[in-house]
């Protein structure tokens, strides 16, 4: 095998390396949310401190890599609209979990793929093809299940439009991202995108919240809220980032069904929720549409 070839195998292994790690990260949300909920956190006061915690671990990888913080100010509007995307989409799928279980929330959430199809027909006119047709009406048979599937906090209503929110936002930075060249590296642009993000979250919560943020007084919420900030956040954003520049954004969508199939091991392992062959069944039909249009399009 030419040496060229070869390193190309093995720069596509760490690139489906990198997007399988960033999704299971990710997954793993639910995991330090409903801890500190049960501590009597709100959604808004657990992000704040999820994307505090990122913000730091950042600017410690930044400076010790001697990296330089200055930023144009093209660069500068396209970052704070990823912040505000961030913001958009972290609050309603953190106050999803007050009204269904987290691995359910995580589950629909995953039709962003789908919702990316969407906006791309209808703002850049690409043509909507006969498989993706097949892919919504997958998914809306899956979202049918899974109302009427039963399971320890039934679907609701409410759950369901936070989640279609947060699923919108993150299409959204999807399309963006694919269209948006930044002349910098992960690590950086995923800081400043979060440090955006906070100044969001804190004026949500000061205006239309719980108010300031409370001091953090225990181990353990301390500990967990670290947890968010490097698993989830830090690991995920970056790990995708990587993954995006060398496989392409579509083979990373694909490997995105690992993020539902994390949360939902975590709830049922952890938090006792109960799955129903139809829960199961609902699942599976949104991570089969979701992925049937990642093909797709990478076959185009």
């Not at 759950?159 to 299409?171: Q, R, T």
Request: hydrophobic fraction near 55%.
């Amino acid at each position: 095998m030419p040496l060229s070839k070869f390193r190309s195998h093995i720069s596509s292994i760490k690139g489906f390396f990198f997007a399988a790690a960033s999704a299971v990260c990710y997954g793993m949300n639910p995991l330090g949310a409903l801890h500190l909920y049960e501590q009597g956190y709100l959604p808004d006061t657990v992000l704040f401190y999820r994307f505090l915690m990122a913000a730091l671990l950042l600017f410690a990888v930044l400076v010790a890599k001697g990296s330089h913080f200055k930023i144009s100010f093209a660069e500068f509007k396209v970052l704070l609209v990823f912040g505000f995307l961030f913001a958009s989409s972290s609050l309603p799928f953190y106050t999803s979990f007050n009204y269904m279980d987290a691995g359910l929330a995580s589950t629909l959430l995953f039709l962003y793929p789908l919702e990316v199809a969407i906006l791309m027909a209808i703002f850049f006119k690409e043509k909507i093809k006969k498989w993706t047709w097949i892919s919504i009406a997958i998914s809306m048979l899956g979202v049918a299940l899974l109302y009427k599937g039963g399971g320890s906090t039934p679907l609701n209503p409410i759950g369901l439009l936070f989640v279609f929110i947060s699923s919108l936002a993150y299409a959204i930075y999807m399309v963006m991202a694919n269209f948006v060249n930044l002349k910098m590296g992960a690590v950086k642009m995923t800081f400043y995108a979060i440090c955006f993000c906070l100044v969001f979250l804190l004026l949500y919560s000061i205006i239309l919240g719980s108010g300031m943020p409370p001091l953090l007084h225990e181990t353990s919420s301390l500990g967990w809220s670290f947890m968010l900030g490097l698993v989830p956040t830090t690991l995920s954003l970056i790990f995708m980032v990587k993954a995006v520049k060398i496989i392409g954004s579509t083979p990373t969508a694909i490997l995105g069904a690992l993020e539902p199939i994390t949360a939902v091991s975590i709830g049922v392992l952890v938090f006792n929720e109960v799955l129903t062959p139809r829960l199961v069944l609902g699942i599976i039909l949104i991570l089969a549409s979701t992925t049937l249009i990642a093909i797709t399009k990478a076959k185009q």
